[in-house]
């Protein structure tokens, strides 16, 4: 008996629930956040993965694959725009 008006008391208590309300809110946020911390760590697990695979065929002697690097030195072409006076 002593029990449960113990814990009918508590239950009541409304100060127990705003804890508890505010602890929910806490670890929901946490949750949230990290959701999307392990979104992008598996992004970047997965870019790591792919230049590995990249590195492992250098080492094969293959062609590099993706963007091609900048050239600086671009062949000069011939414009016919501008015309010469005479």
Known sequence: MYFKILWNALWVSTDLD?????AL???KARFDEMKKELADVKKAAKNT???A???VDAAKGKKRRGKK????YKKK???N???IEK
């Open 53 to 55: 695979v990249d590195v």
């Open 69 to 72: 690097p900048y050239k600086k």
């Open 18 to 22: 705003e804890k508890a309300e505010v």
């Open 81 to 83: 725009s501008k015309k």
């Open 25 to 27: 809110k806490e670890v």
């Open 77 to 79: 072409t011939n414009n």
């Open 49 to 51: 993965v792919a230049q």
